[in-house]
């Protein structure tokens, strides 16, 4: 649920097709903030080529909320992944 004041990080998440194989990046692309009417304040540090963001909660919020350390690896970091 989006609480006040959380912290959000946004994405921009290409494809990357390598032989038989669809890989995705994902680069930061950014933060956003949760308003008290519910809406969100953006701040990009890229602009996205095909104009299209990806927004959910910060690492350490989700890893919280899991039970693990924030500082546990997960698929949601910047990088490639196979999908």
Same mark, same amino acid.
């Given at each position: 649920? $989006?609480?006040? %004041? &959380?912290?959000?990080q #946004?994405?921009? +998440? &290409?494809? +990357?097709?390598?032989?038989?194989?669809?890989? &995705?990046?994902? #680069? &930061? /692309? %950014?933060s /956003?903030w949760? @308003?008290? =009417? %519910?809406?969100?304040n953006v701040y990009? =540090?890229?602009?996205?080529? =095909?104009g299209k $963001?990806?927004?959910?909660? /910060?690492?350490? @919020?989700?890893?919280? /909320? @899991? %039970?693990s350390s924030?500082?546990?690896? @997960?698929?949601? =970091?910047? *990088?490639? *992944?196979?999908?």
């Amino acid at each position: 649920m $989006l609480q006040v %004041g &959380k912290r959000l990080q #946004v994405f921009s +998440i &290409k494809e +990357i097709r390598e032989e038989n194989e669809t890989k &995705k990046l994902w #680069v &930061k /692309a %950014g933060s /956003a903030w949760v @308003n008290r =009417d %519910g809406s969100l304040n953006v701040y990009l =540090d890229v602009l996205p080529l =095909d104009g299209k $963001l990806h927004v959910r909660e /910060a690492n350490e @919020n989700r890893a919280q /909320a @899991n %039970g693990s350390s924030a500082s546990q690896n @997960n698929n949601n =970091d910047v *990088g490639m *992944g196979a999908h």
